[in-house]
């Protein structure tokens, strides 16, 4: 009830003027009335019944007449000042001499000149009093109200909790921000009474009920303590959440760290929150003792996967990490970054390129890295269908550079980020990605063999897309929904899996450590996603109408794309390993004297920048490399 009137008076802030004048007039009667019954009280022997109507009659048009002419109900009442005061002054002033002059003539027996001016200066200063205290009232309802509702437009929260869970120790929400304030907790499950902490719990069985809890608690957001709750209601609650237009935020609860706790921070869900996984778990202490006290090279520092391996890397109490990278601004953007994270970490940015020997060679021999996370590599598919000679040199002849360095220059471990695109690939990125992985297998084969003197292992992770990547599709999307729409698609059935960026990385990290040497890593990407349908969660997310409010359009595959996106090639297998989330390939052999001869060829020719050779030749080293909706096409007949 009080915070529906509370809703009543913000948007009633503004109140008629015609009520205004009705409300003056009235008090001015009444002050009119109240003199008279005084007067007949103190003064019996001038009661007289006689002009009691005229006398309201009077001052019900005199008063009327002139709170008309000086506009007293014209100003806004909160906003009431002296100059709104002297109106009434003398609109009060001129109405009671108005209904002097009328009782001067009406009262025609026992007539007293100073009981008539002193019933006119009482009704006077009752009226002006009268009206003054109203608006007086008026601005201090008006204030309180005020303050009431603001505190009342605070951000009014239902937190979820499992249904299966014990509710009798409780995350602490303590530190939320004043804007935000807890109405009651949430579940599924038939209803009960409950408080904890004293706020109540609801149980709620559908969307009906959902509905009317909003409606009871006037709640307008629903906070997730967890991830792995968003995922679990993101068919239920969150699409509750969607169709009423009640946002759906995520909470880190407090934390202590370094001795400070951590208030709890309030994100919105978002799509990532819903296509996610559980949290993966990883053997953090196998991690940090391998990599504890170490120099740690990443390259392609500045991307988006290789700036998360530094985050992470940088928990693990490394010697120092060197991030090297050829992007300039990304390249400051993440110094400066890591600088405010991790104040006490070693680290040094490089600026160099992986296809210049000479400065690979002078990081090698400058900073002796033990283990490299090999993450540089051009990676948009219809760019490098334009620039296939690009493709190679940086993708095929720059990891080439970095790995036999490596093997000079003693590194331990060389972890390669690689690409499910590498799988039967039907675009250059991909087959350039394939090539890297084939000379990088070749290399560790043959120091198992003893025929190249080196002790490093070489290990190949291979996943998906990440979400949120740079130039990946939600980040497009999200633009798209700023400007309007429309969010354009592909094809209405093509789909991706997709993982994560800190959950792709903590699976680099884990499999570059359990890694013998001459492994690929093939990383569970979960259930593939119709983008189609991706775009249309996104869409809802932000509380629109697919092909409604947003529209959206189908574009066409674009060269070297294709529907779907394999893990596997058809000539490998895979094992399982400790972690459920990672299997190990099996990967067939090749002569190295081949691979490195026709690596050299393709180098010879891709810097000659002949396009359709460099592909004609990729194609020769990798027959299952099979173009798609490109100008290659012809190369396969």
């Given at each position: 009830?009080k915070?529906?009137?509370?809703?009543f008076?913000?948007?009633?802030?503004?109140?008629?003027?015609?009520l205004?004048?009705i409300a003056?007039?009235?008090?001015?009667?009444?002050?009119?009335?109240?003199?008279?019954?005084?007067?007949?009280?103190?003064?019996?022997?001038?009661?007289?019944?006689?002009?009691?109507?005229?006398?309201?009659?009077?001052?019900?048009?005199?008063?009327?007449?002139?709170?008309?002419?000086?506009?007293?109900y014209k100003n806004?009442?909160?906003?009431?000042?002296?100059?709104?005061?002297s109106?009434?002054?003398w609109?009060?002033?001129?109405?009671?001499?108005?209904?002097?002059?009328?009782s001067?003539?009406?009262?025609v027996?026992?007539?007293?000149?100073?009981?008539?001016?002193?019933?006119?200066?009482?009704?006077?200063?009752?009226?002006?009093?009268?009206?003054?205290?109203?608006r007086?009232?008026c601005?201090?309802?008006?204030?309180r109200?005020?303050q009431?509702?603001?505190?009342?437009?605070?951000?009014?929260l239902?937190?979820?909790?499992?249904?299966?869970?014990?509710?009798?120790?409780?995350?602490?929400?303590?530190?939320?921000?004043?804007?935000?304030v807890?109405?009651?907790?949430?579940?599924?499950?038939k209803?009960?009474?409950?408080?904890?902490?004293?706020?109540?719990?609801?149980?709620?069985e559908?969307e009906?009920?959902?509905?009317k809890?909003?409606?009871h608690?006037?709640?307008?957001?629903?906070?997730?303590?967890?991830?792995?709750?968003?995922?679990?209601?993101?068919?239920?609650?969150?699409?509750?959440?969607?169709?009423?237009?009640?946002?759906?935020l995520?909470?880190?609860?407090e934390?202590v760290?370094?001795?400070?706790?951590?208030?709890?921070?309030?994100?919105?869900?978002?799509?990532?929150?819903?296509l996610?996984?559980?949290?993966i778990?990883?053997?953090?202490?196998?991690i940090?003792?391998?990599?504890?006290g170490?120099?740690?090279?990443?390259?392609?520092?500045?991307?988006?996967?290789?700036?998360?391996?530094c985050?992470?890397?940088?928990?693990?109490g490394?010697?120092?990490?060197?991030?090297?990278?050829?992007?300039?601004t990304p390249m400051?953007?993440?110094?400066?970054?890591?600088?405010?994270?991790?104040?006490?970490?070693?680290?040094?940015?490089?600026?160099?390129?992986?296809?210049?020997?000479?400065r690979?060679?002078?990081?090698?021999r400058?900073?002796?890295?033990?283990?490299?996370f090999?993450a540089?590599?051009?990676?948009?598919?219809?760019?490098?269908?334009e620039?296939?000679?690009?493709?190679?040199?940086a993708?095929v002849v720059?990891?080439?550079n970095?790995a036999?360095?490596?093997?000079?220059?003693?590194?331990e471990?060389?972890?390669?980020?690689s690409?499910?695109?590498?799988v039967?690939?039907?675009?250059?990125?991909?087959?350039?990605?394939?090539?890297?992985?084939?000379?990088?297998?070749?290399?560790?084969?043959s120091?198992?063999?003893?025929e190249?003197?080196?002790?490093t292992?070489?290990?190949?992770?291979?996943?998906?897309?990440?979400?949120?990547?740079n130039?990946?599709?939600?980040?497009?999307?999200?633009?798209?929904?700023?400007?309007?729409g429309?969010?354009?698609?592909?094809?209405?059935?093509?789909?991706r899996?997709?993982?994560?960026?800190?959950?792709?990385?903590?699976?680099?990290?884990?499999?570059?450590?359990?890694?013998?040497?001459?492994?690929?890593?093939?990383?569970?990407?979960?259930?593939?996603?119709?983008?189609?349908?991706?775009?249309?969660?996104?869409?809802?997310?932000?509380?629109?109408?697919?092909?409604?409010?947003?529209?959206?359009?189908?574009?066409?595959?674009?060269?070297g794309?294709?529907?779907?996106?394999?893990?596997?090639?058809?000539?490998?297998?895979?094992l399982?390993?400790?972690?459920?989330?990672?299997?190990?390939a099996h990967?067939?052999?090749?002569?190295?004297?081949?691979?490195?001869?026709?690596?050299?060829?393709?180098k010879?020719?891709a810097q000659?920048?002949?396009?359709?050779?460099t592909v004609?030749c990729?194609?020769?080293?990798?027959?299952?490399f099979?173009?798609?909706?490109?100008?290659?096409?012809?190369?396969?007949?």
């Amino acid at each position: 009830m009080k915070t529906t009137l509370m809703q009543f008076i913000m948007r009633s802030r503004f109140v008629s003027q015609r009520l205004i004048f009705i409300a003056d007039v009235a008090l001015s009667v009444g002050a009119t009335v109240l003199t008279y019954l005084l007067i007949a009280n103190l003064f019996p022997e001038s009661n007289s019944s006689k002009p009691f109507g005229c006398l309201i009659l009077s001052t019900l048009v005199f008063s009327s007449l002139f709170f008309w002419i000086f506009r007293t109900y014209k100003n806004i009442i909160r906003h009431s000042s002296l100059v709104e005061s002297s109106r009434i002054f003398w609109a009060c002033l001129l109405s009671d001499l108005g209904v002097g002059l009328v009782s001067y003539y009406l009262i025609v027996d026992n007539f007293d000149s100073t009981l008539w001016a002193l019933s006119i200066l009482l009704d006077f200063l009752l009226t002006f009093v009268l009206l003054i205290l109203a608006r007086v009232c008026c601005v201090a309802i008006y204030q309180r109200s005020f303050q009431t509702l603001a505190l009342d437009q605070r951000r009014r929260l239902l937190v979820y909790l499992d249904p299966e869970k014990d509710q009798t120790t409780m995350p602490s929400f303590s530190s939320l921000s004043p804007d935000n304030v807890i109405v009651g907790y949430l579940r599924f499950g038939k209803r009960d009474t409950q408080r904890i902490g004293g706020i109540k719990l609801y149980s709620i069985e559908n969307e009906e009920d959902f509905r009317k809890l909003l409606l009871h608690v006037h709640a307008n957001a629903v906070l997730f303590q967890s991830r792995g709750q968003v995922k679990e209601e993101s068919d239920r609650l969150v699409r509750y959440g969607e169709k009423y237009k009640t946002q759906m935020l995520l909470g880190e609860t407090e934390e202590v760290r370094n001795g400070q706790v951590r208030p709890a921070r309030l994100t919105e869900v978002r799509i990532e929150d819903l296509l996610g996984r559980e949290e993966i778990k990883i053997n953090m202490e196998n991690i940090k003792r391998e990599l504890q006290g170490k120099t740690v090279l990443v390259t392609g520092a500045a991307g988006s996967i290789g700036s998360e391996i530094c985050r992470q890397l940088c928990t693990f109490g490394l010697k120092e990490l060197v991030l090297f990278d050829m992007a300039e601004t990304p390249m400051h953007n993440i110094r400066l970054e890591l600088e405010d994270t991790f104040p006490d970490v070693t680290f040094t940015p490089v600026v160099g390129d992986i296809r210049v020997v000479p400065r690979v060679t002078w990081l090698m021999r400058t900073y002796k890295p033990q283990v490299v996370f090999h993450a540089a590599a051009y990676k948009h598919v219809p760019l490098m269908e334009e620039n296939p000679c690009e493709a190679v040199l940086a993708n095929v002849v720059g990891t080439r550079n970095l790995a036999d360095l490596a093997v000079e220059y003693g590194v331990e471990r060389f972890v390669m980020i690689s690409t499910d695109k590498a799988v039967n690939p039907t675009n250059v990125m991909g087959a350039s990605k394939r090539l890297a992985e084939i000379y990088v297998q070749t290399l560790s084969m043959s120091i198992a063999k003893g025929e190249i003197q080196g002790h490093t292992k070489f290990i190949t992770t291979r996943f998906g897309n990440v979400l949120g990547s740079n130039g990946s599709v939600i980040p497009r999307f999200r633009e798209q929904l700023m400007k309007g729409g429309p969010l354009t698609v592909t094809h209405p059935d093509i789909i991706r899996y997709f993982m994560t960026i800190p959950e792709a990385v903590r699976l680099v990290l884990e499999a570059g450590v359990m890694g013998e040497g001459n492994e690929i890593f093939v990383f569970d990407m979960g259930k593939p996603v119709k983008i189609a349908d991706l775009a249309r969660r996104m869409i809802e997310l932000a509380g629109l109408v697919p092909d409604q409010d947003i529209k959206i359009e189908y574009t066409g595959l674009r060269p070297g794309e294709k529907l779907y996106e394999e893990l596997l090639a058809t000539k490998e297998n895979t094992l399982p390993t400790p972690n459920e989330k990672i299997f190990r390939a099996h990967v067939r052999e090749y002569d190295r004297a081949e691979v490195v001869a026709a690596i050299d060829h393709l180098k010879e020719i891709a810097q000659t920048v002949d396009r359709m050779e460099t592909v004609k030749c990729m194609k020769q080293i990798v027959p299952e490399f099979k173009s798609k909706n490109s100008d290659f096409e012809k190369l396969d007949k």
